[in-house]
């Protein structure tokens, strides 16, 4: 009777030894710290507080999906790599959209990207002055891509307003009203590009393509 007892206890002790170094095994895979990398408008901060769900998560478990998800939420980010570095780290590389301007639609404020995705508006650290667009999303998009198709200069623009008449007005960085017409606009401001930086026309402040077949300039 004595010699079971000591066995039961002898096993037990075993078991109990056993499933305690197994917790400590485990327990250093726990994820400690994580590295964010190529982040140049989020914070390092702004990165981790969104992962703050996944921190002392077992690194052998913990799913790539799962971080994916999280990341994924933030709409500035548009890719990542994601790097398990044993026993406690997590490496992650950012890709982050770039934005080209801050869409105003109504009452709601967008940064739009160069893909013309909305990103949510935050202020951003390390961000250059961007140009305006008073729009609804979708009429910007359009117009954006009619744009592009012609290789316009993007950059000389300091805002886009369209009027309910869905016609469009375009001012420069260096103060130069362009007044589209609702048809043929690109015909317009092929006609403008061609005339901004001759002699002649440099000091006309506006430029008003709204008649057919006329520019009047003030």
């Given at each position: 009777?004595?010699?079971?007892?000591?066995?039961?206890?002898?096993?037990?002790?075993?078991?109990?030894?056993?499933?305690?170094?197994?917790?400590?095994?485990?327990?250093?895979?726990n994820l400690k710290k994580i590295n964010i990398e190529n982040n140049?408008?989020?914070?390092?901060?702004?990165?981790?507080?969104?992962?703050?769900?996944?921190?002392?998560?077992?690194?052998?478990?913990?799913?790539?999906?799962?971080?994916?998800?999280?990341?994924?939420?933030?709409?500035?980010?548009?890719?990542?790599?994601?790097?398990?570095?044993?026993?406690?780290?997590?490496?992650?590389?950012?890709?982050?959209?770039?934005?080209?301007?801050?869409?105003?639609?109504?009452?709601?404020?967008?940064?739009?990207?160069?893909?013309?995705?909305?990103?949510?508006?935050?202020?951003?650290?390390?961000?250059?002055?961007?140009?305006?667009?008073?729009?609804?999303?979708?009429?910007?998009?359009?117009?954006?891509?009619?744009?592009?198709?012609?290789?316009?200069?993007?950059?000389?623009?300091?805002?886009?307003?369209?009027?309910?008449?869905?016609?469009?007005?375009?001012?420069?960085?260096?103060?130069?009203?362009?007044?589209?017409?609702?048809?043929?606009?690109k015909k317009s401001l092929k006609n403008y590009l061609n005339l901004?930086?001759?002699?002649?026309?440099?000091?006309?402040?506006?430029?008003d393509y709204r008649i057919k077949n006329q520019l009047i300039l003030?």
């Amino acid at each position: 009777m004595k010699k079971r007892t000591l066995v039961s206890i002898a096993l037990l002790l075993l078991l109990s030894t056993i499933t305690t170094q197994q917790e400590l095994v485990f327990s250093t895979f726990n994820l400690k710290k994580i590295n964010i990398e190529n982040n140049v408008l989020l914070s390092d901060e702004d990165i981790k507080k969104l992962l703050f769900p996944i921190y002392e998560k077992n690194l052998l478990f913990l799913r790539s999906g799962e971080i994916e998800t999280i990341l994924a939420s933030n709409s500035l980010i548009e890719s990542f790599n994601i790097r398990k570095n044993y026993p406690g780290t997590l490496n992650i590389t950012i890709y982050e959209k770039k934005p080209i301007a801050i869409l105003f639609d109504k009452t709601n404020k967008f940064y739009l990207s160069e893909k013309i995705d909305l990103i949510e508006f935050n202020k951003l650290k390390n961000q250059k002055e961007l140009p305006h667009v008073f729009s609804d999303y979708q009429s910007f998009k359009n117009f954006y891509l009619d744009l592009k198709k012609m290789d316009f200069p993007f950059y000389i623009i300091k805002k886009y307003t369209l009027f309910e008449s869905n016609r469009w007005d375009l001012e420069t960085k260096n103060e130069k009203i362009i007044k589209l017409p609702i048809e043929n606009y690109k015909k317009s401001l092929k006609n403008y590009l061609n005339l901004r930086n001759k002699k002649g026309f440099k000091k006309y402040q506006v430029f008003d393509y709204r008649i057919k077949n006329q520019l009047i300039l003030k």
